[in-house]
């Protein structure tokens, strides 16, 4: 071969290399891209992918955008995605975040895009990138996340949500400006539930919240913070007498609230206000003071605002309050007061989500998060045992603002470390540690070096056997659980538990049916499954498919192997009788052109189907 024959041959192939990948590209799910590694992004290339996932045509990319990928990103989330690009760069050559893209129709569409860094010859730095569609899935999940912002009865926002939102007012607080923090709790609602039921007290309390939320700005935030009280947090207010007008508004709506069934009840309410920046610059300077403020309403008469002023006492401590700190100074967080949501609301909303969910690898890690910030605690996490029982792992994690995350140090635990570990679980799965020092010094160095204090741990039990447990870290103090919590916890680790055994039980049989794939595609001989009545074929393997291409699952035995319109009368499985073991035939195959040995069996299928097992073996 010479010169240019050997330059034809080697252009050729790589024509065809490049046809081969050129389609590969062009049939990967989602979109291609290749861009420069620039602040414009500037597009090399775009699949065809690309442009169906986004609407547009090259022309008009060209145009719109200039070919800048940067441009196509939603502006508010530019900059953080940026951010994330150059932080995740700093360590990998690698990047995979999801930001929002501007679609051809307007429409803003969530992304994942998982890329790499490429240095070229000429010292420059392009992305690869694919581009996946996550619209749906991620839609759904902050749908759920603002399900579980919300409180049940009301719509409002839970306590919770109230104090996350209101610190991230005060934490990006300009200077001069003002708000007004409102606690509203309504007067004598108690004897409202008791004169006129929980059901007219419930349409009440629902009326009351779509009153307030009628009330304010949507910029402002208004939530259910306890069984008769709501929150308002009002921003960008001038003066104080601005808030004491909104109050006087606030009463007067609430003089009106009548239900059909109390139309001889007077309904009111009282009302404490505390000012930002004067009383204070952190919710819980906030929420103590206006709470003073509201105690003074009361004491004066109910139906009335106050508004906080320093040398205002707190009221005297209840009997219930005494008793919320338990010994050694270890507090007591009251479920029903502390919680966002109801112990029995929250044990729904995971129920919602474990039984809704798609994806029980992406609803699991919402839920963490859920019960963690609804509880208030450090960190929330899963450890699986594995099928000896030897060891776990840490397989699933939330932790809180401030807390390290400890997952990838907790990965395959010898419970020979651990000492007898379920010895400390009682006899309803619960282990419950207020103080890690009660524990032994091989467990207390484990657990100490991860910042716990305290800790709740639940059982995961399949079949009466441990397989793990859900856990919940205290990281900032020695903590005391009410029953009320624990009972919660438990009942939530049960359903997380068994959806997760049900899921792992599902991905074991996945695994082994592909196993027993790979073991019948491994094999020469012709097999394949027929239904008895149909002579469908249910299931061929490899060799099988290879040599005869028509049969696939769902055609016709006899029409596939050997092209009749009638059943073969040889065909063994004419002489397999109900619960017989098997039984052979030679046969002569025109479509394979070879005598085989065709063995029948009888086998077990889904549906109950009677399926006959057909192995034939090659006699030529």
């Not at 799910?29 to 290339?45: D, S």
């Not at 207010?237 to 606030?250: G, L, P, R």
Request: hydrophobic share 35%; charged share 30%.
């Amino acid at each position: 071969m010479n010169l240019h024959e050997l330059v034809e041959q080697k252009s050729l192939e790589l024509k065809e290399k490049t046809k081969d990948m050129n389609a590969l590209i062009q049939n990967i799910p989602g979109g291609v891209m290749c861009c420069e590694y620039t602040r414009e992004l500037k597009l090399l290339f775009i699949s065809d992918g690309f442009l169906k996932m986004t609407g547009y045509t090259r022309k008009e990319i060209a145009e719109r955008f200039q070919n800048e990928f940067s441009r196509m990103i939603y502006p508010g989330d530019l900059e953080k995605t940026w951010e994330k690009v150059e932080k995740q760069l700093a360590y990998s050559d690698q990047k995979e975040i999801e930001y929002r893209i501007i679609c051809r129709d307007g429409k803003l569409l969530y992304i994942h895009d998982k890329g790499q860094i490429v240095n070229r010859e000429d010292g420059s730095q392009v992305f690869y990138c694919i581009l996946t569609d996550i619209d749906h899935m991620k839609k759904e999940s902050l749908k759920l996340r603002e399900q579980a912002q919300r409180d049940a009865l009301t719509g409002l926002y839970n306590k919770i949500t109230v104090q996350n939102l209101t610190e991230e007012k005060l934490l990006h607080m300009q200077e001069g400006e003002q708000g007004a923090f409102f606690i509203i709790d309504i007067d004598n609602f108690k004897q409202i539930n008791d004169v006129f039921g929980h059901l007219n007290g419930d349409v009440m309390l629902a009326e009351a919240g779509r009153s307030l939320k009628n009330l304010v700005r949507s910029n402002d935030i208004v939530g259910r913070v306890g069984g008769d009280e709501f929150a308002v947090l009002l921003w960008g207010i001038e003066k104080t007498e601005d808030a004491e007008k909104k109050a006087k508004a606030i009463l007067d709506a609430f003089g009106k609230l009548m239900n059909k069934e109390m139309d001889k009840q007077q309904i009111s309410c009282s009302i404490g206000i505390a000012r930002i920046p004067k009383d204070g610059r952190t919710f819980q300077e906030i929420f103590k003071n206006a709470d003073v403020a509201l105690y003074y309403a009361k004491k004066k008469g109910k139906n009335r605002y106050a508004v906080y002023e320093k040398g205002m006492l707190p009221q005297s401590l209840t009997a219930a309050e005494v008793k919320s700190f338990a010994p050694s100074g270890e507090k007591e967080i009251e479920s029903d007061k502390n919680l966002g949501v109801l112990p029995y609301q929250l044990a729904e909303y995971v129920f919602h989500i474990l039984y809704n969910g798609d994806n029980l690898e992406e609803s699991i890690p919402l839920i963490l998060e859920i019960v963690g910030r609804q509880m208030d605690v450090s960190r929330v996490y899963i450890f699986e045992d594995s099928e000896d029982g030897t060891y776990c792992t840490n397989t699933f994690e939330w932790c809180s603002e401030g807390i390290a995350p400890q997952k990838e140090f907790l990965q395959r635990v010898p419970y020979a470390v651990l000492g007898d570990y379920y010895d400390n679980f009682d006899e309803y799965g619960i282990y419950y540690c207020r103080n890690i020092r009660e524990m032994t010094k091989e467990q207390f160095d484990i657990l100490d070096a991860q910042g716990i204090k305290s800790m709740l741990h639940c059982l995961i039990r399949d079949g009466g056997k441990n397989r793990g447990y859900v856990g919940f870290d205290e990281c900032r103090e020695n903590r005391f659980w009410p029953q009320t919590q624990i009972r919660t916890l438990s009942l939530i680790a049960e359903m997380v538990g068994t959806f997760l055994l049900k899921k792992r039980a599902q991905d074991r049989k996945e695994q082994l049916l592909d196993s027993l794939h790979m073991i019948l595609d491994n094999q020469e001989e012709w097999i394949y499954a027929v239904e008895r009545n149909t002579y469908k074929i249910e299931y061929a393997n490899l060799a099988t498919r290879e040599a005869v291409s028509e049969a696939a699952e769902g055609s016709i035995c006899y029409k596939a192997f050997y092209h009749r319109d009638t059943p073969c009368e040889y065909c063994p499985s004419l002489r397999l009788k109900k619960g017989g073991k098997k039984v052979s035939a030679v046969l002569y195959s025109e479509v394979l052109g070879k005598k085989v040995m065709a063995t029948a069996a009888a086998i077990p299928w889904l549906d109950q189907k009677e399926v006959f097992l057909m192995s034939c073996r090659d006699l030529s």
